[in-house]
């Protein structure tokens, strides 16, 4: 097609293509991993699935990303921190918003874990963790040793004594998912604080392999009950569930 656009407009427009494509095989190369799938990179945009559905399937129409890879895309900025994503079992999902009760409950988790933990622990609020396939971003997380261990890596399975998630719109996924993913890597205890049903529900005994696994035991405290928490040999004071709910 015939344009009037003039010979010198042209060779600027086709040098600054030029830079654009140099740009993104540069990117490319630097995502190694990631570059053979990159025009099908995608993000998982059903928070309410349990991810049951196999890699290829056309509903999710998503691939799966390693850990490294994921941890890589976080490094060149291509996914950056302000979109609130996390990965679960291979797919990068967006994090449920966080509305005003549920910020409220994640500071008073917080404090009432922060205030008990024994010498040896490090309570950690809404960061990330890396077990098999996954980088969840719990909302709290007791892990061994003090915060300056890990300056150069996520806690891993063996690292966490207890994970913590604060649930209202993400309760399904908490329960399911989240439930799996913390199970397989054998966490001993899971607490989702239920801010619909107003309860806290703690799971325990992680059985099974990576595609079964579930928590073996299960109870729930409401308002006016307490709760034991018990890291290897410490026993914790009880905490009241009344001050973990807004």
């Not at 008990?116 to 963790?129: C, E, I, K, S, T």
Request: with cysteine.
């Amino acid at each position: 097609m015939r344009t009037n656009e003039s010979p010198g407009k042209r060779a600027g427009r086709e040098r600054v293509d030029l830079t654009h494509c140099r740009r993104r095989r540069k990117i490319l190369c630097e995502v190694s991993p990631v570059a053979p799938s990159y025009r099908t990179m995608a993000i998982a945009d059903f928070p309410n699935v349990s991810f049951n559905l196999p890699a290829d399937s056309p509903e999710l129409r998503s691939r799966r990303f390693t850990v490294d890879e994921y941890l890589r895309l976080i490094e060149l900025g291509i996914l950056r921190d302000d979109e609130r994503l996390e990965l679960l079992e291979g797919l990068i999902v967006p994090m449920m918003t966080r509305l005003p009760p549920h910020e409220v409950s994640v500071r008073l988790v917080s404090k009432a874990l922060d205030r008990l933990l024994p010498d040896g622990y490090d309570l950690r609020v809404q960061a990330p963790v890396q077990l098999g396939t996954s980088v969840p971003e719990p909302d709290c997380a007791i892990v061994v040793g003090d915060t300056r261990r890990y300056i150069d890596h996520h806690p891993t399975a063996s690292e966490i004594v207890m994970v913590v998630e604060v649930s209202d719109s993400s309760l399904r996924v908490d329960r399911t998912t989240k439930s799996r993913i913390y199970a397989a890597a054998g966490i001993a205890n899971y607490w989702i604080v239920n801010l619909p049903e107003r309860q806290v529900e703690l799971y325990s005994d992680p059985t099974g392999d990576v595609k079964t696994a579930a928590y073996g035991r299960s109870a729930n405290y409401r308002p006016g009950d307490q709760i034991s928490l018990l890291l290897h040999e410490h026993e914790l004071a009880p905490i009241a569930v009344s001050d973990l709910l807004p």
